[in-house]
Nanobody
Framework: QVQLVEAGGGLVLAGSSLRLSCAASGRTFSTYVMGWFRQAPGKEREFVATISRGGGITYYADSVKGRFTISRDNAKNTVYLQMNSLKSEDTAVYYC????????????????????WGLGTQVTVSS
């Protein structure tokens, strides 16, 4: 079974940067479409970014486009989310997710397509 573990969250000032990582178990990481989602208090979980199996295709939510970058290192079974110019609105628990079987597309923003989820890492941006 695939296990995902996020790391790198913390408390930072607005305008600063953080890099989140998500380490996955297993030897089939390169077959998974990966995504990042986030959930703020009192709000539903929302899509942040997704990346194709080989890392060649990425897609971002409008709210983070130009500020966040998703990447992956298949040799390390790890996906990253580089977050720059952080805003207070970015405060949330960030989750990584893996789509093993649900999606036939190269990338997906649909939560139900993801088969495995990490427990999340808290990002708090103070203004």
């Amino acid at each position: 079974q695939v296990q995902l573990v996020e790391a790198g969250g913390g408390l930072v000032l607005a305008g600063s940067s953080l890099r989140l990582s998500c380490a996955a178990s297993g030897r089939t990481f390169s077959t998974y479409v990966m995504g990042w989602f986030r959930q703020a208090p009192g709000k539903e979980r929302e899509f942040v970014a997704t990346i194709s199996r080989g890392g060649g295709i990425t897609y971002y939510a409008d709210s983070v486009k130009g500020r966040f970058t998703i990447s992956r290192d298949n040799a390390k079974n790890t996906v990253y989310l580089q977050m720059n110019s952080l805003k207070s609105e970015d405060t949330a628990v960030y989750y990584c997710a893996a789509d093993e079987v649900s999606s036939l597309a190269a990338i997906t923003t649909i939560q139900s397509n993801y088969d495995y989820w990490g427990l999340g890492t808290q990002v708090t941006v103070s203004s």
